[in-house]
């Protein structure tokens, strides 16, 4: 079996649970484990505040939350990083686009904003 079927299995026996008794704070911490495992970090801590709330004193909730908020930082900085190298690519190709281009046509070169194009990115 794989490791994404198993961890499916595992998410189908915790919302099992979950429905049963859903103040099952071991459930919630479970459930964000698995979330973690599958790199679901937002997710992840989500589960883990549910867990929280009903159990604060559960340590290993706590690491498993902050783990993910470092893994979802990171993530996160890695693609804010990814779109300015695109955007600085991009401007720069604009750039020399419009310095080889007819006057009449350079008007909506320098009127494109290449960040209103990267928004589904």
């Known amino acids: 079996m794989s490791d ?15 429905e049963k008794n859903h103040n099952d704070w071991e459930a919630w911490a479970a459930k964000a484990d698995v979330l973690f495992a599958m790199g679901m970090y ?4 989500r589960c883990c505040d549910k867990s929280l709330a009903l159990n604060p004193d559960n ?5 498993t939350r902050n783990f993910a908020l470092d893994k ?4 996160n ?6 779109v300015e ?3 600085s ?4 190709n604009q750039k020399s686009e419009i310095e080889r281009a007819p006057f009449w046509q350079t008007w909506s070169l320098r009127n494109f904003s ?7 990115f």
């Open 4 to 18: 994404l079927a198993e961890a499916d299995n595992k998410l189908v026996a915790i919302e099992m649970e979950l």
């Open 42 to 45: 937002k997710m992840a801590i």
């Open 59 to 63: 340590l290993l909730t706590l690491i």
């Open 72 to 75: 979802l930082e990171k993530h």
């Open 77 to 82: 900085k890695l693609h804010a990083a990814v």
């Open 85 to 87: 190298a695109v955007i």
């Open 89 to 92: 690519e991009f401007s720069t």
């Open 114 to 120: 290449p960040r209103q194009s990267l928004m589904l």
